[in-house]
């Protein structure tokens, strides 16, 4: 962390101090909610979650060097000094937006209903080229863990790259507010989260609430293929496949598994570039990292690195080279636009290939027919086995033997059922994709079969 106090974060979430006075001017090194995480001057907030309660480890926090606690429970006999507030994530929050104001860095905030972290991590990468980044660690995309990503912006960081998730109204403003975004990312708007947001104009509506504090004359880089998003064109740059955009792609050549080629223009300038993670849809990834590099500076040169230089994250379109198989480990969520586009990724494959697919979450009373569409989906590509695993995903099945009688379909009713055969079922060679809600523990499957 860059120089905070305890008496900043008091004064931010209008804390009641006890304990010694002095302290109030010692600087904070660290913002944790997990009392496992608290080391030397670390500041411990107690979190209260739907199974864990974090006030009942307060008194273990100051045998590892804690400066104080975060509660919203009067402390009879504690052990160290603490800050009584009346609620404990408002007071993250409050103290997170303090903090921010601290600091003077570009950061580039990051919204859509799919394809926000590999967009966080080639923007991440490609300004990694002449910039020192901290980039939103895992899933740290909401109302806890953008404040904690917050805090991790020390004194040796030069740009930020933030991830900002949201399924309610309200909840982007609230992170805005936070974030204060200096460069704004629109990805898409699809159909994730349909159950709390009613539609995608809803969706869209809800997303651009990350304007609401963002600074002002902030840069905007918006996806000019989506059709909600366009909305924003006259204050936007627009990024795409089309000539019509300010940064767009064309030549795109699949390379399989091995990932995509293209070349991108931008500002009267070209270049042919490949990106090292497979599908088509990584290309409007690259293009966003055009826009973002860019506008801070960097030159295409630069960029190209960076964006040729991406590494895959476990969980996020990672391919896994086992001794009998080729994993497509996407297994950390879905949503049906990412489970069509991952889809697409399989279809590259030169060898036989396999779809392990599971159910999607938060898609409201349109689940089934959602499902559905995957399944329907399948008839453009060449898919050998599909395998789907869970009750909605039985939709996905159904409507898949349908639109392709010819491909093989299987479904299993839980996790177990199906890594009981799964040896019988696959076969050597095999290319394979696991994909579907991160409810669903889909990362059992990658553990499985990675052995």
């Known amino acids: 962390m860059r120089p905070f106090t305890i008496r900043q974060f008091m004064e931010a979430c209008h804390g009641i101090w006890h304990g010694p006075q002095e302290l109030l001017d010692r600087n904070i090194q660290s913002v944790v909610v997990d009392s496992r995480l608290v080391t030397k001057d670390s500041v411990f907030v107690a979190t209260v979650g739907e199974r864990v309660d974090g006030h009942r480890f307060i008194p273990d926090i100051y045998g590892n060097g804690a400066l104080c606690a975060v509660s919203r429970q009067k402390l009879s006999d504690p052990a160290g000094p603490y800050l009584l507030v009346d609620d404990t994530l408002q007071a993250l929050k ?120 963002a600074a002002d004359a902030a840069p905007i ?3 000019g293929d989506d059709d909600r998003l366009i909305i924003m ?30 070349r991108i223009h931008a500002k009267g300038q070209d270049m042919q570039v490949t990106i090292p993670l497979p599908g088509t849809h990584m290309v409007y990834n690259a293009c966003a990292g055009v826009c973002a590099g860019l506008s801070l500076g960097l030159s295409m040169e630069e960029i190209r690195q960076g964006i ?53 979450g938060e898609l409201g009373e349109q689940s089934e027919a959602l499902h559905a569409s995957v399944g329907e989906h399948l008839k453009e590509l060449h898919i050998h086995l599909l395998i789907t695993i869970g009750t909605r995903s039985r939709a996905i099945h159904d409507a898949a033997r349908k639109a392709a009688p010819s491909m093989r379909c299987m479904h299993y009713a839980d996790l177990e059922s199906f890594l009981t055969e799964a040896g019988r079922i696959l076969e050597e060679g095999d290319a394979i994709l696991v994909k579907a809600s991160h409810y669903m523990e889909f990362q059992r499957i990658v553990s499985a079969l990675s052995q």
């Open 308 to 360: 040729e230089t991406l590494k895959p994250l476990g969980g996020r379109s990672n391919i896994l080279h086992t001794s009998r198989y080729t994993l497509v480990d996407d297994c950390y969520n879905a949503n049906p636009v990412s489970m069509c586009a991952m889809l697409d990724v399989l279809d590259y494959a030169l060898t036989r290939k396999v779809a392990i697919l599971g159910d999607m």
């Open 221 to 223: 880089f918006i996806n």
């Open 233 to 262: 064109k006259d204050r936007a740059v627009t990024f795409g496949r089309n000539p019509s955009d300010q940064v767009w792609a064309d030549q795109v050549e699949n390379l399989g598994l091995q990932g995509v080629r293209c």
């Open 94 to 213: 409050d103290a997170a937006e303090a903090y921010r104001r601290t600091l003077t860095l570009p950061v580039i905030g990051i919204t859509g209903s799919v394809g926000k972290t590999s967009t966080k991590e080639m923007i991440a990468s490609v300004l990694g080229q002449k910039y020192q980044v901290l980039k939103t660690p895992g899933n740290f995309n909401n109302e806890i863990g953008v404040p904690l990503t917050l805090f991790m912006i020390d004194t040796c960081h030069e740009a930020a790259v933030l991830e900002m998730g949201m399924n309610h109204f309200g909840e982007m403003h609230r992170l805005s507010r936070m974030v204060r975004p200096t460069h704004c990312v629109f990805t898409n708007i699809g159909v994730a989260h349909l159950e709390h947001l009613g539609s995608r104009d809803g969706i869209l509506k809800a997303k651009m609430e990350m304007l609401d504090y």
